[in-house]
């Protein structure tokens, strides 16, 4: 009998509707669960912190480029800082 690991995943779109419609397909996997749902880079943050040892996976569909390499940017200095 094999285990499944379930991983984490916070959604970040600017689109409630795409979270939303990301979200109800990735519910259907059980090897996956969504720990919950941002609409800019700066919630992502914010959750981020608050979900930490959660995170596995994020995905970041969000239409402003910079804002994206800010936020990875961001996430990858507090990685450092840890």
Do not use: W
Request: charged share 30%; glycine share 4%; aromatic share 4%.
């Amino acid at each position: 009998m094999s285990v499944v690991r379930v991983m984490n995943v916070l959604i970040v779109d600017d689109s409630p509707f795409a979270c939303k419609a990301i979200a109800r397909m990735l519910r259907d996997d059980p090897a996956l669960n969504v720990v919950g749902q941002a609409h800019d880079g700066h919630e992502a943050l914010r959750l981020l912190e608050e979900y930490a040892t959660y995170q596995e996976v994020i995905k970041l569909l969000q239409s402003h480029r910079k804002l994206q390499g800010d936020i990875l940017k961001d996430l990858r200095d507090s990685k450092k800082g840890k």
